[in-house]
């Protein structure tokens, strides 16, 4: 018999795919112990199932120490190999879940988002949700949600509404940026000494109830000192 037709049968069977999930986990973790509490199973358990899905592909998955686990060349191949399908059969079910949904959905954000993130990803979403119908509204204001018919919106804000449904989406990177010509003009690389006679660009209102020059402050604070007096000038979006 072809070995490798030999190997291939075995992979079909339902417990060689139950070492399959548990090598995944493993791997994924480089830890029997961390597979251990994802599975509710004991490392010894989970290192018996490794061991017996060695035994059976006939390669070394993983390099055991006594602290310590890590992949093989050839275990990081199966790994990959196993996360791509495991990957691909998770979105064919997600798309399959998602064809049943339909309606309406309002999203109200400011217009950066929008520009940036929400209409990039809209083919995206048209394609995983083809019987919604989406309507993206802008503005630099919190609304009402109820009172403008909106369904969901995206603030930059740490402190939602405790009337509301909040769901965190990412963490806000904030840091100066310029042109090389005007870095060389004012003579910004490798020093900040300058910045306070630079002219700063606001916006008016990046976060709820903020005065204008919020941003540049926090930064700051963190990075180069209190600005005595922050010049520039100011827009409700970039």
Known sequence: MDPLREVRNRLLNGWQLSKLYTFEVAARHQ????????LSLSPSAVSHRINQLEDELGIQLFVRSHRKVELTHEGKRVFWA????LDTLNQEILDIKNQELSGT???YSRPSIAQCWLVPALG???????????????GND??????????LAIYFDDAPSAQLTHH?????????VCSPDY???????????????CTLLHDRQAWSNDSGTDEWHSWAQHFFGE????????????
């Not at 830890?31 to 994802?38: N, V």
């Not at 965190?168 to 100066?176: T, W, Y």
């Not at 600005?227 to 520039?232: K, L």
Request: net charge negative; aromatic share 10%; proline share 4%.
């Open 183 to 197: 870095a060389r003009r004012h003579d910004l690389t490798g020093s900040l000494v300058n910045l306070p006679h």
């Open 124 to 138: 995206d979403f048209t394609r995983r949700y083809p019987s919604i119908s989406l309507t993206i509204l802008t």
């Open 82 to 85: 196993l996360k791509s399908s």
């Open 168 to 176: 965190f989406l990412m963490d806000e990177e904030i840091l100066p």
């Open 105 to 107: 959905l309002t999203v």
């Open 227 to 238: 600005f005595a007096d922050i010049i520039g000038d100011w827009f409700r979006s970039f």
């Open 142 to 151: 919190n609304v009402n949600l109820q009172r403008a018919g909106v369904d």
């Open 31 to 38: 830890s029997f112990a961390l597979a251990a509490d994802e």
